[in-house]
């Protein structure tokens, strides 16, 4: 199986939780492309999140703590859509590149 790019965004984290989806707004979430996009590449930048993958609101004490500077693989619909990011103390930025199948 050969992967592809199938898009990218940045998301910007701030003191409310947000998810790749952002509640409808991310067109890269599309029926089309749900179907299409096998995983994220994840590139946290200007300052440290909190990480959540069942749907939990994540906070300092719900989740685990990704860093600035750091790069994360998440595989499958089911984790990118229940996946949820909430700033540590500064906003943060999400690069997100995702991948897929033709």
């Known amino acids: 199986?050969?992967?592809?790019?199938?898009?990218?965004?940045?998301?910007?984290?701030?003191s409310s939780?947000?998810?790749?989806?952002?509640?409808?707004?991310?067109?890269?979430?599309?029926?089309v492309n749900r179907d299409r996009i096998?995983?994220?590449?994840?590139?946290?930048?200007?300052d440290d999140v909190y990480v959540s993958f069942e749907g939990t609101t994540p906070s300092a004490t719900?989740?685990?703590?990704?860093?600035?500077?750091?790069?994360?693989?998440?595989?499958?619909?089911?984790?990118?859509?229940n996946v949820q990011f909430i700033r540590v103390t500064g906003d943060a930025v999400l690069e997100v590149n995702y991948w897929g199948e033709k």
């Open 38 to 46: 096998q995983y994220a590449d994840i590139d946290v930048q200007d």
């Open 1 to 14: 199986m050969i992967s592809v790019h199938v898009g990218r965004e940045q998301l910007a984290i701030s």
């Open 62 to 81: 719900v989740g685990e703590k990704w860093y600035k500077g750091q790069k994360f693989r998440l595989w499958g619909m089911i984790n990118l859509l």
């Open 17 to 31: 939780a947000k998810n790749l989806d952002n509640d409808g707004a991310n067109t890269l979430f599309t029926t």
